[in-house]
């Protein structure tokens, strides 16, 4: 019987060692955009855009122009990029410490704008690179290094959820939830993210796709049993779908 190669690495991502942490899905993640980059030939027009927090390492593993914003900012620095750069594929790729807390106000006005940019949001529910901190998607009793007795409803509030606010803006053409805690997961990120990039690439308006990931070491657990939290805690917390596609709606 003859081999048959099935699997490669997409060649937009970096052939090195990952810094992550064991059980960190960034990874993950970075392969699924690579593979999309490549798909749609967005290679050598891309321009990424990442912010401060794990997600700033994308620059590392992806072999795009990458500009890193500050702390939040990263929407309305790709804003600008777009702009002045129309040609371009755009592309921002954010946390959630950094998305929904610092940097809740850029994102907003960039998505109620209809820019033509493509957000990944990436949600592990707490601070990665600072330390663990509660983070404003934090689960209620989920345990952080600043609510170590977990996360109260009276005292700090809920959870946001950024993706059901996200779809109420009128510039988004597109707005989704996803998981890359299982095969069939990842495989709906995958089409979600590509349909994120087609908002771009056919200039219908602003594209969101937010992924729920692991963090073990913040987690203070092992990688199987953070992958195993994603499905039993907070996919309930944090329903999966499609919230909005504009293209769908007409």
Known sequence: MSEQLVFTRPEVLADVA????????????HRIVAECLEEYGLVEKTIAVSSIGCSVFLYNYILVDTVEAPHGRAPAVATGVKRARTDAFVFAYQGDGDLASIGMAEIMHAANRGERISVIF???????????????????????????????????????????????????????????????NIAQTKRAIRRA???????????FVEVLATCPTNWRMSSVAANERVG??????FPLGVFKDAAKEE
């Open 122 to 184: 990436v949600n592990n529910t707490v601070y990665g690179m600072t330390g663990g901190q509660m983070a404003p998607t934090t689960m209620v009793g989920q345990k952080t290094t600043t609510c170590p007795g977990g996360r109260c409803l009276e005292r700090e509030g809920g959870p946001i959820h950024m993706s059901e606010i996200i779809a109420t803006l009128g510039g988004v053409a597109y707005c989704a939830r996803t998981a890359v805690n299982t095969i069939k």
């Open 197 to 207: 990039f087609e908002t771009q690439i056919k200039g219908e308006g602003f594209g």
């Open 232 to 237: 039993k805690e907070m996919i309930p917390e």
């Open 18 to 29: 990952t810094h992550y942490c064991p059980g960190c899905q960034h990874g993950v993640v």
